[in-house]
């Protein structure tokens, strides 16, 4: 079986750059190393109207198979935008206020800049 995909919707240009500037709401996954979490945090994030999501550091594939099935569709539906690492976030969303959040309990939120 061979399959096609458009590839369009994961874009490192200033296009992309310049369409997540307008979204108001901007979801950022840091190494997310579990092909099913994933795809469960973006079907969560377009639950909440996440207008795009930014994935960082060593994230799994995008395009994994379980990525694709546990995401159910929104994969599809969301804007989605590789970053190489945080600082390249804050410059490119200078006006945006962030909020973090960890699940690492070795990693205290006040660490988190």
Not at 70 to 80: A, E, Q
Request: charged letters at 25%.
């Amino acid at each position: 079986m061979i399959g096609l995909v458009d590839y369009d919707f994961i874009r490192y240009d200033k296009k992309c750059k310049a369409n997540f500037l307008k979204f108001r709401k901007i979801a950022v996954f840091d190494s997310i190393k579990d092909a099913g979490n994933l795809g469960t945090a973006i079907r969560t994030a377009a639950a909440f109207g996440i207008d795009g999501i930014v994935l960082l550091g060593d994230t799994v594939d995008l395009f994994s198979p379980k990525v694709v099935r546990s995401s159910v569709g929104y994969l599809w539906k969301t804007p989605i935008f590789k970053a190489d690492n945080f600082e390249q976030i804050k410059r490119y969303f200078s006006e945006h206020t962030f909020f973090a959040t960890s699940v690492n309990k070795n990693l205290p939120l006040k660490k988190l800049k």
